[in-house]
């Protein structure tokens, strides 16, 4: 799966999801897009947004999403690294057009 993080993630995660390709925002060099046109342009490259926007679902109108979209409850890369089998089964399950919230000790 191919896998964007959003620019509230911490970049070592693109580390650890093991069986994924994964890039970042800055590496695509669309750091301070605005979230449509960020969505937008990843929705044509990528099949997973993975983001800890708390507001992204109130920002956006995700009906008829063609990306999934995971949002982490934190981006404390301490917490992140604690529940990474979590994320990893998360991203393993989470359907193509799917907006899912992982709520993260």
């Known amino acids: ?3 964007l993080l959003d620019e509230s993630v911490p970049e070592p995660l693109s ?3 093991v069986g994924h390709e994964c890039a970042t925002v800055q590496s695509c060099r669309w750091a301070g897009m605005a979230n449509g046109e960020l969505l937008r342009r990843a929705t044509t490259e990528f099949d997973l947004f993975i ?3 708390q507001n992204i679902r109130y920002q956006q109108n995700l009906t008829n999403q063609k990306i999934a979209i995971l ?4 981006n404390d890369l301490r917490r992140i690294c604690a529940a990474i089998s979590a994320i990893q089964s ?3 399950s989470i359907q193509r057009d799917e907006f899912k919230v992982l709520e993260i000790p």
């Open 71 to 74: 949002q982490l409850s934190t």
């Open 1 to 3: 799966m191919k896998i």
């Open 15 to 17: 580390q650890l999801l």
């Open 90 to 92: 998360a991203v393993d």
């Open 51 to 53: 983001t800890c926007d």
